[in-house]
């Protein structure tokens, strides 16, 4: 067998040790990530985790090429789709990519998320991932080629063959024996908590390295990142976002492709690991991939902080032509107690009930305020018609 074909070919596959740099990033990532969304009430926390996924999915299309507004993807959660077919395949592709994530959001919170480098949880992330998007958007056609993809299938026929850029990936027919090696590499339930911080970022360069799907490895990687932080404590309860950073970089969006590519990098020599690939480069990838993750976690920390979302609450208020100046009492009542019963928008408002009927009114109907049902206490809402005023810099079009 050709040394390349063998599942080893991905070594290193982790750090062994931490530079001093390295743990710095990780020491700064630990303690940034435990503050995040610290001040926030959970209901508060819980809905702003919505938002969240919302544009971890925005970018991670991006990243793809495909640029869906976040407003076009809330619409096709709620079953609004776009008129031109183009668009609603997008729009559709999106909304199953927010479903696959929040299904792996769920099971965070339930403490229920399995080994996220495992074969079948990976499997399981392109199945959901694939479940609900149009077939057009799984038909794959190139090199003389056309087929459908398989949900939550490798790459198992000589047409699954591609070159990614100028990357060859192994053959299809070792995919599966590559996927093995790759979940026993990466299994957390061997490594302690720096360990699986820097086996993260090492597994997002691998796993696209091996490509195991034959469409969709990119943004399977990014929600597979998205578990791995979850699982090693750094998550924040879903309230920041991987893609973001790597569709911006730290100072330019060109980076994420530069530093994959450099992490493809052959050993350079005697002196650089005793792999196949560059352990100098893996180090490099992985003190990027860290710093992006701070990076993220810091920008989301400013915009989430009570302190500052209260007065842009207000100031949302104070340029609507809608609302009156009485419902900011409460946006500020729910930001503070994550939620409070209908009947006490009179109190809060300081206006005859009546008044403040009509006041909860106008503001459920901005969309500032839900609730599961009908009648129950609300809690904050962030409507994507919003979002550009309440969280600059969240979106590129801010």
């Not at 990519?97 to 392109?126: C, G, Y």
Request: proline fraction near 6%; include cysteine; charged fraction near 25%.
């Amino acid at each position: 067998m050709s040394p390349l074909e063998a599942p080893q070919r991905i070594e290193p596959a982790r750090l062994e040790e931490a530079s001093e740099a390295i743990a710095d990033v990780i020491a700064d990532l630990s303690a940034a990530s435990a503050r995040l969304g610290k001040g926030l009430h959970p209901l508060t926390a819980a809905n702003l985790a919505d938002l969240v996924r919302l544009m971890n999915i925005y970018y991670s299309n991006l990243i793809e090429g495909h640029n869906t507004r976040p407003k076009d993807i809330a619409r096709a959660l709620e079953g609004k789709l776009d008129e031109d077919e183009g668009r609603r395949n997008l729009q559709l592709e999106a909304a199953a990519h927010v479903r696959a994530q929040a299904k792996l959001d769920r099971m965070a919170a339930e403490n229920s998320l399995p080994e996220p480098a495992s074969v079948a949880f990976i499997k399981w992330l392109h199945l959901e991932f694939c479940r609900d998007a149009p077939k057009q958007m799984l038909r794959i056609r190139g090199n003389g080629t056309e087929f459908i993809i398989k949900a939550g299938a490798w790459r198992s026929q000589p047409e699954h063959d591609v070159a990614v850029g100028r990357h060859v990936p192994p053959a299809s027919s070792r995919v599966d024996d590559f996927m093995r090696y790759f979940e026993e590499r990466y299994a957390f339930k061997n490594l302690r908590t720096a360990g699986r911080i820097m086996a993260m970022a090492a597994a997002h360069h691998r796993f696209n390295f091996i490509h195991p799907f034959p469409d969709g490895n990119g943004r399977v990687s990014r929600l597979m990142s998205h578990a791995m932080a979850q699982q090693a404590g750094i998550g924040a309860h879903g309230l920041w976002s991987i893609s973001r950073g790597l569709a911006r970089g730290l100072k330019a969006p060109s980076e994420y492709k530069q530093m994959m590519d450099l992490a493809d990098m052959p050993r350079q020599g005697d002196l650089d690991g005793r792999g196949n690939l560059s352990l100098k480069a893996l180090n490099e990838f992985v003190f990027w991939f860290l710093n992006v993750c701070l990076d993220q976690v810091k920008f989301m920390e400013s915009l989430f902080e009570p302190d500052s979302l209260g007065p842009r609450l207000s100031a949302y208020v104070e340029r609507s032509n809608i609302l009156k100046p009485e419902s900011i009492r409460l946006l500020e009542e729910a930001l503070i107690r994550g939620q409070f019963d209908r009947g006490e928008t009179a109190r809060i408002t300081g206006v005859p009930d009546r008044t403040a009927r009509r006041i909860l009114a106008e503001v459920l109907e901005a969309g500032l305020l839900g609730s599961v049902t009908p009648k129950g206490p609300v809690s904050l809402r962030f409507p994507s018609d919003a979002l550009d005023s309440l969280f600059p810099r969240l979106f590129p079009e801010t």
